[in-house]
């Protein structure tokens, strides 16, 4: 596991390398990690995370750490746990060399022995335009979507014309705070969504499963991971 993600964040450096030169992004990375925890470690998760979170703080340009607990899975739940762990990096850079500097630590393996990733990504803000989570998720109760996909192949006007019209419906229920769309360096896009409440996260959801806009979007989409978690 961690030869492979430490493979992953090393190709990923370059590939970002090269994407910045054909579009100008923001320089923020928010690092996504969807993590299910292995039957029976959730003790050791939790004390294994704080541990490595630690090892993290005071790294250069780590901005901040959030980890949520999910309550929704898309399409079934799981019996184990999850949570939403998010970091944002001030630079591409500064991500890089704390994975390069962290991740063959005794205290990431032991960490990372404790879940199952459903998602690991690095992404940038699609727009190219700076984005501050906690100006918009800052009380608990409130709710955060994070789901990461890519058009399904050959699907790309598809996707793109099914995500614009299903967003427009997802912005017009009560309780929605925001959206916001992420590239990475691989194809994959990562969305955040913000809402007011658990209630109004589960009112949206009901409208929304049963809208064609919804059908015609996840028909031209594959899904890495989808969660639904709560701000705490």
Not at 53 to 65: M, Y
Not at 99 to 122: G, I
Not at 178 to 201: C, H, K, N, P, Y
């Amino acid at each position: 596991m961690i030869k492979q993600l430490i493979t992953a964040g090393v190709i990923g450096t370059f590939a970002f390398t090269a994407h910045a030169q054909e579009i100008e992004m923001s320089e923020t990375i928010y690092e996504i990690a969807i993590q299910e925890v292995q039957p029976g470690m959730e003790e050791a998760w939790a004390e294994r995370r704080a541990a490595f979170l630690a090892s993290l703080d005071g790294r250069e340009g780590n901005e901040r750490d959030w980890t949520f607990p999910a309550f929704f899975t898309f399409p079934e739940p799981g019996p184990n746990p999850v949570y939403v762990g998010i970091t944002r990096w001030s630079r591409l850079s500064d991500f890089a060399a704390a994975s390069e500097a962290l991740m063959p630590t005794d205290t990431a393996a032991a960490f990372f022995e404790t879940v199952n990733m459903q998602a690991f990504v690095q992404a940038r803000p699609l727009d190219g335009e700076a984005f501050v989570l906690e100006d918009y998720i800052n009380t608990p109760g409130q709710v955060l979507e994070v789901a990461v996909r890519r058009p399904l192949e050959g699907q790309r006007a598809a996707f793109d014309a099914g995500r614009n019209a299903f967003f427009g419906r997802v912005a017009e229920q009560p309780g929605y705070i925001f959206d916001r769309e992420f590239v990475t360096a691989d194809g994959w896009q990562a969305v955040l969504i913000g809402w007011d409440s658990v209630e109004a996260f589960q009112a949206a959801l009901g409208v929304l499963s049963q809208s064609p806009e919804m059908q015609a979007f996840f028909g031209a989409a594959e899904i890495m991971a989808y969660q639904a978690a709560r701000v705490e």
